[in-house]
């Protein structure tokens, strides 16, 4: 997982908890159903599609800024 993912999904993450749209108990289940599904075989195929969108949109943002 790169790190622009990792800070995305923690924003999120954080920012569901913090404005009462999601409970902790739900995060702590959604992280440990993500993790039992990466071990699976649809995991890596699941990380690839992630992991290319979410270059695609820091390239375009940061193309934007620029």
């Known amino acids: 997982?790169?790190?622009?993912i990792v800070v995305l999904?923690?924003?999120l993450a954080f920012?569901?908890?913090k404005?009462?749209?999601?409970k902790i108990s739900g995060l702590l289940v959604g992280?440990?159903?993500g993790l039992a599904l990466a071990t699976t075989s649809v995991?890596?195929?699941?990380?690839?599609?992630?992991?290319?969108a979410s270059k695609t949109?820091?390239?375009?943002?940061?193309?934007?800024v620029r």
Do not use: D, E, R, Y
């Open 9 to 11: 999904l923690g924003l």
């Open 19 to 22: 404005w009462g749209k999601q």
């Open 43 to 52: 995991g890596p195929p699941i990380l690839h599609a992630v992991s290319t």
């Open 15 to 17: 920012g569901l908890v």
């Open 31 to 33: 992280i440990l159903f």
């Open 1 to 4: 997982m790169t790190i622009p």
């Open 57 to 64: 949109v820091v390239s375009a943002v940061s193309s934007a």
